[in-house]
């Protein structure tokens, strides 16, 4: 879905249109709204159980938070798509869909999922229901990409031993046996990789790091364009101090013992940690497909049950109201909702005047705060005389 689309949903009593009726208070919502800044859809909202006053009023608290959870859910599967498909947005863009349709087309066409949501339950119980299905697809989503991240730093780590410089690379493959003092109860070869700037001052000062550092045993392995490979032969007695003495003078010592066939277990362990991480990579994005899917269908039903509850609690019972999708971008939707303002604001009663040009202005901020105190306050704290709330899938 393109990131310049904004939707708005927009519910009006049904009193708006002189006959009451449904279609015509769509119609004059669209006539609102006007197509130079945004199309109006029906958006299907059907009844559910209303218990108390005290209780919508804490329902709609409940849902306004669980709103932003699954807003951040949304995003946080989008992030781990755009992560597994390198910032490919036109590949990113495939794998988000809602029942292998655009999220734009679903929210056009959205019913309420009566099936696995019951309108016959409590508001309460569908609440938590919502609350539990977006917090385990983000926690299996959690897993699986820790999963998959941690199976590519492995393979990273493989692929550095095998590509990288003789300072990190594996020497399976460069150390000959014959070079290595084994089985001594006395002595121990260390291999050292130094930089190539400074090879004639290892190789003044190596003998005198510290005692007992047999005379002459430097032999040079290997050399690429950084590093030169020098297997030196010290007393046991004294080899912790030779590394430490090594590294305090820039040069880094290799740890590594002379395994039978280590080169072929090696080549081994990359294919199959290869094979791996290419076996959950796809794992992960066929997880993050499905659960960008399921975390926007979750979302969305939020937003209805949010409307519904603030409906019941602006407009009052019995409920006869008209509910609208409003597709817009960020830009023209500050135009709607001033379109929106100026045919509905006697909605707002005492929130909304006009000055002396007949145009609607707000009450003070004391207003403002009565209005927040009772739950009526929009998204960002700002009161409108109608239920509305604006939302980007992204």
């Not at 498909?85 to 066409?109: C, F, H, M, R, W």
């Not at 385990?136 to 095998?162: F, W």
């Not at 590394?243 to 277990?265: A, L, N, Q, V």
């Not at 509905?344 to 000055?355: K, P």
Request: glycine share 6%; with cysteine.
């Amino acid at each position: 879905m393109s990131k310049a689309t904004r939707f708005l949903l927009v519910s009006l009593p049904a009193s708006i249109s002189p006959s009451n009726n449904h279609d015509e208070a769509l119609t004059a919502l669209r006539s609102a709204v006007t197509t130079d800044y945004g199309t109006v859809s029906p958006f299907s909202i059907p009844e559910f159980k209303i218990g108390t006053l005290d209780a919508l009023v804490q329902q709609a608290d409940e849902l306004a938070k669980l709103d932003a959870g699954c807003e951040a859910v949304v995003g946080k599967v989008g992030d781990s798509l755009r992560t597994i498909l390198e910032g490919d947005e036109g590949k990113i863009a495939q794998q988000k869909t809602v029942n292998d349709k655009p999220a734009e087309q679903y929210l056009k066409s959205f019913h309420w999922n009566k099936v696995k949501y019951r309108v016959d339950k409590p508001l309460g119980e569908m609440i938590e229901t919502l609350h539990k299905e977006v917090t385990s697809i983000d926690n299996q989503v959690k897993e699986k990409y820790n999963s998959y991240n941690q199976i590519k730093t492995n393979l990273a780590t493989l692929q550095r031993k095998q590509t990288g410089n003789l300072a990190t690379k594996s020497l399976s493959n460069i150390v000959p046996p014959s070079l290595l003092v084994q089985n001594s109860e006395y002595l121990e070869t260390h291999l050292i990789a130094v930089p190539r700037t400074i090879t004639k001052d290892f190789l003044r000062a190596y003998e005198t790091l510290t005692p007992m550092v047999v005379p002459r045993s430097a032999v040079q392995v290997a050399t690429d364009d950084e590093f030169t490979l020098y297997a030196v032969t010290t007393f046991k007695k004294y080899s912790h101090d030779f590394i430490h003495k090594c590294r305090e003078s820039k040069w880094t010592p290799r740890d590594f013992k002379y395994k039978e066939g280590g080169k072929e277990e090696e080549s081994k362990e990359l294919e199959r940690v290869a094979k791996e991480e290419k076996k959950v990579w796809g794992e992960a994005l066929r997880l993050g497909r499905t659960a960008w899917g399921e975390s926007v269908m979750v979302w969305v039903h939020v937003l209805a049950l949010r409307v519904f509850v603030e409906t019941v609690l602006r407009y009052g019972l019995p409920l006869n109201f008209v509910c609208g999708l409003v597709r817009t971008t960020p830009k023209l939707a500050k135009k709607a909702r001033h379109n929106l303002d100026a045919s509905y604001s006697y909605l707002g009663g005492n929130a909304f005047g006009r000055d002396k040009k007949g145009r609607v202005t707000k009450d003070d901020s004391s207003t403002s705060a009565d209005m927040q105190a009772a739950g009526h306050m929009g998204d960002g704290g700002d009161y409108s005389p109608y239920v509305c709330y604006e939302f980007e899938i992204l």
